[in-house]
């Protein structure tokens, strides 16, 4: 069902029951709840972009979504991802996100793409993705990052890492989970600080230079 670009301000109803994509992208939604989504159990893929949102509630579950997309918009917190439990796709780029609270992704255990692009995250907590075990895409490119914790990507199995567009200026020593290999790894557009803290980084790049 296609809802986009319709001048809303609340979501629409009644939607047909047996919807399973729900586009709702550029329309005027500055607040919604998942609460208007029960009537539709079989959601599986939700598109809330470019509507300055500021809130999402998401006390009502929705046990079978898996693709959120909240890019574009104007959230400053991350909402709880409890409730949704099938997520594998959650797109917050280009919001207003400074900081994730520890577990926050907790619930999450099947996310296999994260898309933070574009937030104004400065730094992150060492265990924020523990346990993200299926992530294969993390991007987290364009933000104000500043360092990064040593075990971030402790237990990952990521694919691609962005990291391009940050203001870091080294990565600590071990920071690459040893011995995993990457598809990409983007590092571009960083004020990387010529230096011997930078040795790591340096000598963890010429072992990956296919991927970085
Ligand atoms: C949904 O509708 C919008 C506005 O009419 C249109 O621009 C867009 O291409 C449609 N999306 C899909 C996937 O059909
Ligand atoms: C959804 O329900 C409508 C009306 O009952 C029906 O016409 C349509 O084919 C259904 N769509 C799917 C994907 O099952
Ligand atoms: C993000 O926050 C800044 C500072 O509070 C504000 O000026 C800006 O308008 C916000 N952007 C959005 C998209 O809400």
Request: one cysteine or more; charged letters at 15%.
């Amino acid at each position: 069902v296609n809802c986009s670009g319709q001048g809303h301000r609340e979501v629409p109803l009644p939607l047909p029951k047996n919807t399973s994509i729900l586009l709702l992208s550029t329309n005027h939604l500055a607040s919604v709840s998942t609460a208007s989504f029960q009537h539709l159990p079989e959601l599986i893929d939700l598109d809330l972009s470019y509507n300055g949102l500021s809130a999402l509630q998401t006390g009502t579950p929705m046990p079978l979504l898996q693709e959120l997309i909240l890019s574009h918009n104007a959230l400053e917190l991350l909402p709880s991802l409890q409730g949704l439990p099938a997520l594998t796709h959650l797109a917050l780029a280009h919001n207003n996100i400074t900081q994730l609270a520890p577990g926050h992704f907790r619930d999450v255990k099947l996310l296999k793409e994260l898309n933070l692009r574009g937030n104004r995250l400065r730094t992150l907590p060492e265990e924020i993705f523990e346990g993200l075990a299926k992530l294969q895409d993390l991007d987290l490119s364009d933000n104000t990052l500043e360092e990064l914790p040593q075990g971030l990507l402790a237990g990952l199995e990521l694919e691609t890492l962005r990291l391009s567009g940050n203001q870091l200026r080294t990565l600590p020593s071990g920071f690459f989970p040893e011995e995993h290999m990457f598809a990409y790894v983007f590092l571009a557009g960083n004020p990387w600080r010529c230096d011997c803290d930078l040795a790591y980084l340096q000598g963890w790049i010429s072992d990956n230079e296919f991927s970085v």
